[in-house]
């Protein structure tokens, strides 16, 4: 993938298709520095003038780059940078929902669970149908370990993107934590001195869960 993207690069260095494909191929094999070079040629304008119109606007392609460009820097476990680069986008875009529910992630990643909780919530009253938001919101929940509304929120999320998979990640933990918590029912059950009969159908149930576990992993 790499070679046919920088093929087509140098054939038309300004494709997008190309630059955005190039960027996320690099990403996917830890090549920071290719990302980072990558990532900094695209959308290099902040405004834009569509037509003959005399007045340039802000081009909205620009921050989405730079938001992007920030939050790479968190992958690569530069969470410091990624914040400043972050911070210093929403002082100039504060209602942005995108770069909110970057900021939470950043500040999660950087131990501030009250910061991304805040920063999660803002973005939620922006755009609270966008994908990105959801996700996040159902991330917040694991992370406060609110399992009611983990599963809600993944209830919501299944039905509208099955396949992604960052929702697929987050309902294995859903999962893990149900059979955990049917693990510890059956222990309390079992030592309160049920029938053995009905010891070896919970058994039985623990087994079906556990099973479908391994399944999912």
Do not use: M
């Amino acid at each position: 993938a790499l070679e046919a993207y920088s093929d087509i690069l140098k054939a038309d260095a300004r494709n997008s298709e190309a630059q955005w494909g190039l960027f996320y191929a690099q990403v996917e094999i830890n090549d920071w520095t290719g990302a980072y070079e990558t990532i900094r040629s695209i959308e290099p304008e902040p405004f834009r003038r569509l037509g003959r119109e005399p007045v340039p606007r802000p081009n909205a392609d620009w921050l989405f780059a730079r938001t992007t460009e920030a939050q790479v820097r968190s992958w690569a476990e530069e969470h410091a940078e990624a914040w400043e680069r972050l911070t210093a986008l929403s002082d100039k875009a504060p209602a942005d929902a995108r770069l909110r529910t970057a900021l939470a992630a950043v500040a999660s990643a950087r131990g501030w669970p009250r910061r991304a909780q805040q920063e999660i919530l803002i973005a939620a009253s922006l755009a609270e149908d966008d994908r990105g938001v959801q996700i996040e919101l159902a991330e917040s929940a694991l992370r406060r370990r609110n399992w009611d509304e983990l599963r809600q929120r993944l209830k919501s999320l299944a039905a509208s993107y099955p396949n992604d998979s960052s929702v697929k990640r987050l309902q294995r933990e859903a999962a893990l934590q149900d059979g955990y918590e049917l693990r510890v029912e059956l222990n309390v059950r079992d030592e309160s001195g049920r029938s053995e009969e009905h010891t070896s159908e919970l058994q039985s149930r623990q087994y079906l869960v556990c099973r479908l576990l391994l399944e999912k992993k």
